[in-house]
Nanobody
Framework: QVQLIESGGGLVQAGGSLRLSCAAS????????MGWFRQAPGKEREFVAA????????LYTNSVKGRFTISRDNAKNAIDLQMNSLKPEDTAVYYC????????????????WGQGTQVTVSS
């Protein structure tokens, strides 16, 4: 059974940094895509970044380009999201998700989801 467990959320001031981690278990993810999404109160879940586990290709939403970096930690079987220069508008619950083969921005196309971790950026 696939499990995705996020960690690393918290409260930070604007301009600060946080590093989220998603520990993945239950199968081999070499042909899978790992994605990060976020959902703010009253808003739809939105794509943040994704990484192809085998090839290392990445994709970011425009609002986080240059500030966020998605990476893989093969030793821990985890995907990290380094978030720098955080802004109040980054405040949301951040979710890790996975799907086979092809990077997608659409939450509906991801098969497995973690429980989420709260990120709050104060102004």
């Amino acid at each position: 059974q696939v499990q995705l467990i996020e960690s690393g959320g918290g409260l930070v001031q604007a301009g600060g940094s946080l590093r989220l981690s998603c520990a993945a278990s239950g199968r081999t993810f070499s042909n899978y895509v790992m994605g990060w999404f976020r959902q703010a109160p009253g808003k739809e879940r939105e794509f943040v970044a994704a990484l192809s586990w085998s090839g290392g290709s990445t994709l970011y939403t425009n609002s986080v380009k240059g500030r966020f970096t998605i990476s893989r930690d093969n030793a821990k079987n985890a995907i990290d999201l380094q978030m720098n220069s955080l802004k109040p508008e980054d405040t949301a619950v951040y979710y890790c998700a996975t799907r086979p083969l092809v990077i997608s921005r659409r939450p509906s196309e991801y098969t497995y989801w973690g429980q989420g971790t709260q990120v709050t950026v104060s102004s």
